[in-house]
């Protein structure tokens, strides 16, 4: 019976010493790809009736480097990200987390830098990029209201700009 276990043991301690060094191994750039991603958790947070989720001022943002993993040993292995937070420091929950590559920290960390200058210069600056296409937004015209009180509006195609 002793034969058996051994065996069996030594094939588990192996399989295991191979899984940890699997996932404990450096990440490598194939996986990285952009390294961003975000994260909105809404559940614990208020929605009006539009549909707008409610932050209480009591939230902070952080902004943290992250870690890809830990070594053998337990040691961090670095990882080229940065990470933004908007949390409840009453609740200990986070709401908002964005993961970012390092180029899209700085293109934000310039932007931010750019806009903040220019509003110190001028109070009244005021920059609204544009978020959307035009032309995905539909054109109509107001026809009248139809026996069930539905507003009729009749869709034009869209015209080549």
Same mark, same amino acid.
């Given at each position: 019976?002793?034969?058996?276990?051994?065996?069996?043991?030594?094939?588990?301690?192996?399989?295991? %010493?191979?899984?940890? +060094?699997?996932?404990?191994?450096?990440?490598?750039?194939?996986? +990285?790809?952009?390294?961003?991603?975000?994260?909105?958790?809404?559940?614990?947070?208020?929605?009006?009736?539009? %549909?707008?989720?409610?932050?209480?001022?009591?939230?902070?943002?952080?902004?943290?480097?992250?870690?890809? %993993?830990?070594?053998?040993?337990?040691?961090?292995?670095?990882?080229?990200?940065?990470?933004?937070?908007?949390?409840?420091?009453?609740?200990?929950?986070?709401?908002?987390?964005?993961?970012?590559?390092?180029?899209?920290?700085?293109?934000?960390?310039?932007? +931010?830098?750019?806009?903040?200058?220019?509003?110190?210069?001028?109070?009244?600056?005021?920059?609204?990029?544009?978020?959307?296409?035009?032309?995905?937004?539909?054109?109509?015209?107001?026809? %009248?209201?139809?026996?069930?009180?539905?507003?009729?509006?009749?869709?034009?195609?869209?015209?080549?700009?």
């Amino acid at each position: 019976m002793t034969s058996f276990h051994r065996p069996v043991v030594i094939a588990f301690v192996a399989f295991c %010493g191979v899984l940890t +060094l699997v996932f404990a191994a450096q990440p490598i750039e194939k996986n +990285l790809g952009s390294g961003n991603s975000y994260h909105l958790f809404t559940k614990a947070l208020h929605v009006n009736d539009s %549909g707008v989720v409610e932050i209480p001022s009591r939230f902070k943002w952080s902004v943290e480097t992250c870690v890809a %993993g830990f070594d053998l040993q337990g040691n961090p292995i670095a990882d080229s990200r940065v990470m933004l937070r908007l949390y409840d420091p009453n609740k200990n929950f986070t709401a908002i987390s964005a993961q970012m590559d390092l180029e899209t920290a700085e293109k934000l960390q310039r932007e +931010l830098a750019d806009i903040i200058a220019k509003k110190r210069q001028n109070p009244s600056y005021q920059y609204r990029p544009q978020l959307y296409d035009p032309s995905l937004i539909p054109i109509g015209e107001v026809k %009248g209201v139809d026996k069930n009180g539905q507003l009729l509006i009749e869709l034009h195609p869209k015209t080549a700009k």
